[in-house]
């Protein structure tokens, strides 16, 4: 008995049985390359941003070290004789 691990796909816009190789809808013409080109991935660095300072905030209260780095060394960078 061989197993057939043939992945079935459904169109989502209109839930038609596609091939795998299909691109595209044939039943209502959905297109799935379109959708992951014009899909922009703002909300996810987002989200990511946000963990990320929500976590060096944590750290920073944590360690007892004030939740912005020292600035006084861009002064420092922008005057290194001062
Ligand atoms: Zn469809």
Request: overall charge positive.
């Given at each position: 008995?061989?197993?057939?691990?043939?992945?079935?796909?459904?169109?989502?816009?209109?839930?038609?049985?596609?091939?795998?190789?299909?691109?595209y809808c044939m039943h209502c013409g959905y297109s799935f390359e379109e959708?992951?080109?014009?899909?922009?991935?703002?909300?996810?660095?987002?989200?990511?941003?946000?963990?990320?300072?929500?976590?060096?905030?944590?750290?920073?209260?944590?360690?007892?070290?004030?939740?912005?780095?020292?600035?006084?060394?861009?002064?420092?960078?922008?005057?290194?004789?001062?």
């Amino acid at each position: 008995m061989a197993k057939k691990k043939v992945k079935e796909r459904y169109c989502p816009e209109c839930g038609e049985k596609l091939k795998p190789s299909d691109k595209y809808c044939m039943h209502c013409g959905y297109s799935f390359e379109e959708r992951k080109k014009s899909k922009p991935k703002i909300i996810p660095i987002l989200i990511s941003i946000i963990i990320f300072i929500i976590l060096w905030i944590i750290v920073r209260l944590l360690t007892g070290k004030p939740i912005l780095p020292d600035l006084s060394i861009i002064g420092k960078l922008f005057n290194p004789a001062g």
